[in-house]
């Protein structure tokens, strides 16, 4: 996907009108809402699936120029699987399960197709792509009984115990945020923008499911109980073992997805024109 939007943009980039001539910088603060989602072992559906919860962010953008943007964002979600809801043969027999609430923390640089100034009767709107770098807290949990349990500490494939010699993995994980989306001013000072981004990041874990099944007796004496009870909770028949057998793919790192409109307000700014575009 990554790759697909790089080279589009490569072609659409010699086709882009030339800036007019607007020195602007100025800063906007924003408050959007929307929905995230993953995508990973537990939903093989696609992009606004089942798995689709609400979402909500705070952005601060300093405006460069009419065409450049930098953006920080701070972005709170939840995410969540369920291999009984996939209609998949095979992940309706593993009938595994998570949530997690995820926080982001990212910075972007924002570019704008055409000249895009709030307030500016020229410049009502643009299309726009982003990228950038951030940081992302997740803490995957499953139900047992009327209580979410945290995954990460139980080590469900070995983690911390002699089956493996993995550590547990870290719950707070790089991600490289990139999309696009179109602003669009509506008064003086308030802009507004809808944008769909996705999240490239480089772990496996976010729905704790990974690699292969271990020894459910062994880790009950060594990561306790509900360590092995999650290990496996997969509908195959008590007299097949699942040990050593595939529990996820630990080849394709799980994404997450955000899509956000933002109200945003501007602070202050300085915009000049040069006399031939007056």
């Known amino acids: 996907m990554l790759k697909k939007i790089v080279i589009l943009l490569a072609l659409l980039l010699p086709l882009l009108p030339a800036a007019q001539n607007i020195n602007y910088r ?3 603060f924003g408050l959007g809402l929307g929905a995230g989602y993953y995508l990973g072992e537990l939903n093989r559906k696609g992009h ?13 953008r300093y405006n460069i120029n009419p065409r450049f943007s930098f953006k920080g964002n701070l972005v709170f979600g939840t995410l969540q699987g369920d291999d009984s809801r996939t209609g998949v ?7 595994a399960h998570f949530k997690s609430p995820v926080t982001e923390l990212a910075a972007e640089i924002e570019f704008n197709f055409l000249n895009y100034v709030i307030g ?11 990228g950038g770098i951030g940081l992302f807290r997740f803490n995957p949990k499953a139900q047992l009984g009327n209580n979410w349990v945290a995954l990460q500490p139980l080590g469900t494939e070995g983690q911390g115990s002699s089956l493996n010699g993995d550590k547990k993995y870290a719950l707070i994980q790089p991600a ?9 001013w509506i008064s003086s000072r308030i802009g507004i923008t809808v944008e769909w981004g996705w999240r490239k990041t ?8 990974s690699k292969t099944y271990v020894d459910p007796t062994v880790l009950a004496v060594e990561n306790g109980p509900v360590a092995s009870y999650f290990s496996d909770t997969s509908l195959t028949p008590d007299n097949i073992s699942n040990v050593g057998k595939q529990r996820g793919d630990a080849t394709d790192k799980d994404w997450y997805s955000f899509a956000l409109i933002t109200l945003s307000f501007k602070l ?11």
């Open 202 to 209: 480089f772990t496996d874990y976010i729905d704790d499911v």
């Open 268 to 278: 202050k700014n300085k915009v000049t024109t040069c006399s031939s575009y007056r």
């Open 89 to 95: 043969p095979s992940s309706v027999q593993r009938n």
């Open 120 to 130: 500016n009767h020229k410049t009502y709107f643009t299309p726009f792509v982003f």
């Open 26 to 28: 100025g800063s906007e």
């Open 48 to 60: 606004f699936s089942y798995v689709t919860r609400p979402a909500a962010g705070l952005i601060y």
């Open 176 to 184: 490289l945020p990139f999309g696009l989306g179109v602003k669009a």
